[in-house]
């Protein structure tokens, strides 16, 4: 999806994301956002945050309570007994 929109800079360069942008791309009041400029352009890129990559990012594998269990208790092994 393509979407342009034109605002304007405001006191202290200040630049308000235009609502339809933030709910499309998911940006929301006080979360950290990444600027860059690429060639002459100013991109701003929303920074995701661990816990809302784990609600709502893409789920790519399957890990069972049990199989977690299992590594922490192999893991353990390995430390040196105090």
Same mark, same amino acid.
């Given at each position: 999806?393509? *979407?342009?929109? %034109?605002?304007?800079?405001?006191?202290? /360069?200040?630049?308000?994301?235009?609502? $339809? &942008?933030?709910? =499309?791309?998911?940006?929301?009041?006080?979360?950290?956002?990444?600027?860059?400029?690429?060639?002459?352009? *100013?991109?701003? %890129?929303?920074?995701?945050?661990?816990? /809302?990559?784990?609600?709502?990012?893409? $789920? &790519?594998?399957? =890990?069972?309570?049990?199989?977690?269990?299992?590594?922490?208790?192999?893991?353990?092994?390995?430390?040196?007994?105090?």
């Amino acid at each position: 999806m393509s *979407i342009s929109v %034109e605002t304007k800079v405001g006191k202290k /360069r200040v630049v308000v994301i235009p609502r $339809k &942008i933030a709910e =499309i791309v998911g940006v929301r009041e006080g979360q950290r956002i990444r600027m860059t400029v690429q060639g002459g352009k *100013i991109v701003i %890129e929303p920074i995701r945050d661990a816990i /809302r990559l784990a609600l709502h990012g893409k $789920k &790519i594998g399957v =890990i069972m309570p049990e199989e977690i269990e299992e590594e922490s208790l192999r893991e353990q092994e390995k430390l040196p007994r105090q």
